[in-house]
């Protein structure tokens, strides 16, 4: 064969090896799949808590072009509502969407990562979980049960609950039976009444029949589909228990670190969107849906008093006091948490809240 020809032929062969190696890598790529369970403690298609985990799941297998398969199971679905923890820890699902003051009694500094009384805005809970060493924390508690949370969601400033009779002082919580989780049901015992925690969709039918006589879940636009205004007449404002609660992605630890930095760095893209997405849709609903529980249902809308929220007050420094007490971890959570919110709250004080009441009194809002 003369050298041309064969310098020609070989060039060939060469082509056609890169686009057989090509054509036979991509298949492989496009084969691998990673399954991923979710489970949630939120009914299925469940304005805003549990749309935004649905959202959430589908975006993860959307963005990874479908590599991560994802199977979305409600409360109920799979397993109850407060049993995901379990779930995921020991691996028999990979993922669950949930607030993670429910799991307080595993440890009380669960609590910060969801909200607690008189904590921290929307605004302020991301300075701290992303700047200020809350991450960091969240993933040393996590770690020792097994997982690892990502914040995927926020409900903002929640309401003071639903009660069948008016809330005049503290004396007026004494015997109450309440849905209250976290440690904002810890200040509610303090109080006099008797805190319950419930799912979301036990909550109706406990408030209808009296098992409980006062609830809070979230706000207007949730409550609304929920229908407490069928069960109780006053609706109280503002929530001391839950400034800016965070939806937490509570993934499996080892799954999860098996999982390849740019995998790891997807998820957490998505998680990150949902929070913002799930804040705005919050705001953009709450107001009208309050509307129509006055102007539609006859609620009555009422804030709580001074006295009230002093009583709030003293009652959430006891129960401070015995979440640092718990451990030499939850101390640090505390003392982590309340330094971001003396730092921040000073900023937003000047920023944010000078702002609102000065626009709000010259539209007239």
């Given amino acids: 064969m003369k050298r041309r020809e064969f310098i020609k032929n070989a060039g060939i062969a060469a082509v056609g090896g890169a686009a057989a190696s090509t054509t036979l890598a991509a298949p492989a790529i496009a084969q691998e799949r990673i399954e991923m369970v979710m489970v949630s403690t939120w009914p299925r298609d469940f304005p805003g808590l549990g749309t935004g985990a649905q959202r959430l799941a589908q975006r993860i297998q959307d963005v990874s072009d479908g590599r991560f398969q994802v199977q979305y199971f409600a409360a109920g679905e799979r397993v109850g509502a407060f049993d995901v923890f379990d779930e995921v820890a020991s691996g028999n699902a990979q993922c669950y969407h949930a607030a993670d003051y429910y799991w307080k009694g595993k440890h009380p500094g669960w609590a910060y990562f969801t909200s607690v009384p008189f904590g921290l805005t929307e605004n302020e809970m991301g300075s701290w979980i992303h700047f200020m060493g809350g991450q960091e924390l969240w993933d040393e508690l996590a770690g020792e049960f097994g997982l690892k949370c990502l914040a995927s969601g926020n409900t903002g400033v929640q309401m003071g609950g639903w009660f069948n009779k008016e809330i005049n002082s503290a004396e007026d919580f004494k015997g109450l039976k309440i849905r209250m989780p976290g440690l904002g049901g810890d200040v509610m015992a ?113 804030e709580f008093n001074d006295d009230v929220y002093d009583a709030f007050g003293d009652a959430s420094a006891e129960v401070y006091e015995e979440a640092r007490a718990h451990s030499e971890l939850a101390n640090r959570i505390h003392e982590s948490f309340a330094a971001a919110r003396a730092d921040v709250g000073s900023w937003m004080k000047l920023s944010e809240g000078a702002y609102y009441s000065q626009r709000n009194r010259v539209l007239g809002l």
């Fill in 190 to 302: 303090k109080l006099g009444a008797s805190p319950v925690s419930l799912p979301g969709g036990q909550i109706y039918e406990n408030l209808v029949s009296g098992a409980i006589d006062a609830t809070e879940w979230v706000g207007p636009w949730n409550d609304y589909f929920l229908k407490f205004y069928e069960a109780a007449k006053y609706y109280y404002y503002p929530g001391m228990h839950e400034p800016g609660g965070f939806d937490s992605l509570g993934m499996n630890k080892t799954w999860w670190e098996g999982l390849n930095k740019s995998d790891q760095l997807l998820i957490q893209a998505c998680a990150y969107e949902e929070c913002q997405v799930m804040m705005s849709e919050y705001n953009a609903n709450n107001g009208r849906y309050l509307a129509k529980l006055v102007n539609e249902h006859g609620v009555e809308l009422k």
